[in-house]
């Protein structure tokens, strides 16, 4: 074994460190809960840290003092350690990283980078895209990370906070993100998106079998309706219908705003996502298709073996060729969706012509 290091990814609920070689091999793993917020901003989250990485020489059989260690945070990383902004890791948030590691670790040496950044340098060397230049990396989890590659190179941005983009703005009038702002795409498209669509939509009267099942409106979970939808349950299958819509309305901006080659897909959510993947993917068909050039997405090299594309689509993920995407989008009306604005007045009325006609669908018709 040569070129050992360290890696630890420190998320919203789980903090995992792993031994990996050069070619990106992991030969061992130790993972701790993420702890609560505290008053010492990074400080419990260093001793986590520093306790993940004495598990896994545990776990690994041998003393790793001597290896250099990378950590990945989720939220606003600086380009010197320190970490701004940080909703789905309060109790790191505004400390700075960099200062708070290197006393914690000692004598080693400690690089830091935002988890997606670093996930997406790891897909571009060693995993899904490589020898592709212009991709976007988009990480399912709590939120949504995001690591742009350009030119082959890392977007990092002016300050380094380049790649926020589960805090883009898809509905100003949405509800309120940890952030700080109204309907970021991450209220929408993350685990945290489904767990607050699954929950308004049982108290909304949908989802009936699972309410009755769970016995509470308010006690149903994302990965309750992700069980439902794997097991065939329709009224489920059309909540992930709808976060498969949001996520792909992002994917979409992203491909306005970068024009990549690829997306690569990393993360999971609640409850694993067989069936919200395969519902995100053939809607991301439905919203990519006949608009330019035809894109790829593929899967995360490592972390997301479970997901699966469409039925039909090829083995690796879609390759939506215009033809055939846009034949989908003819099939197929995208799900009904909330398109009342804050006002109450439904956005497509006020367009007229044929978009007035395409919004006489019934849950707009009603509402
Ligand atoms: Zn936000």
Redesign the pocket.
């Known amino acids: 074994m040569t070129g050992l290091t360290v890696g630890v990814d420190v998320g919203g609920s789980k903090v995992l460190a792993v031994l990996a070689d050069a070619e990106g091999a992991v030969h061992a793993e130790a993972r701790h809960a993420t702890p609560p917020h505290e008053d010492a901003p990074g400080v419990v989250v260093a001793d986590t840290v520093a306790g993940a990485i004495d598990d896994l020489s545990r776990e690994a059989g041998r003393a790793l003092d001597g290896l250099p260690v990378g950590v990945g945070l989720p939220g606003m990383l600086d380009r010197d350690g320190v970490l701004a902004v940080s909703?789905n890791l309060p109790s790191a948030s505004g400390a700075d990283m960099a200062a708070v590691l290197a006393a914690r670790l000692g004598g080693r040496a400690v690089v830091l980078a935002n988890d997606a950044d670093a996930a997406a340098v790891a897909e571009h060397r060693l995993g899904a895209a490589r020898g592709v230049d212009e991709f976007v990396l988009v990480t399912l989890g709590t939120g949504i990370g995001g690591g742009l590659v350009v030119d082959g190179r890392l977007l990092r941005g002016a300050h380094g906070y380049a790649g926020e983009i589960?805090?883009v703005v898809v509905d100003p009038s949405g509800p309120r993100?940890?952030?700080?702002?109204r309907g970021?795409w991450?209220?929408y498209a993350s685990g945290a998106g489904v767990a607050r669509l699954a929950r308004e939509a049982a108290v909304s009267g949908r989802l009936a079998s699972l309410v009755a099942e769970v016995g509470d409106p308010e006690a149903v979970r994302g990965e309750d309706v992700t069980h439902a939808a794997a097991a065939g349950d329709r009224e489920a299958l059309a909540v992930l219908d709808e976060v498969g819509w949001w996520l792909a309305l992002g994917l979409a901006n992203l491909a306005a705003i970068l024009d990549p080659g690829l997306f690569v897909l990393g993360g999971t959510w609640p409850g694993t996502s067989r069936v919200g993947s395969a519902g995100a993917w053939s809607t991301w068909w439905r919203q990519s298709s006949g608009r330019g050039p035809a894109r790829s997405a593929r899967r995360c090299s490592r972390r997301t073996r479970s997901g699966a594309p469409p039925r039909g689509s090829p083995r690796g993920g879609p390759r939506p060729g215009p033809r055939r995407a846009r034949t989908r989008s003819r099939r197929r009306a995208p799900p009904t969706r909330p398109w009342r604005s804050r006002s109450g007045r439904c956005s497509r009325r006020a367009l007229g012509g044929r978009r007035r006609r395409a919004c006489t669908r019934r849950r707009c018709a009603r509402s």
């Open positions: 909703p589960g805090h993100c940890p952030c700080g702002r970021c991450e209220r």
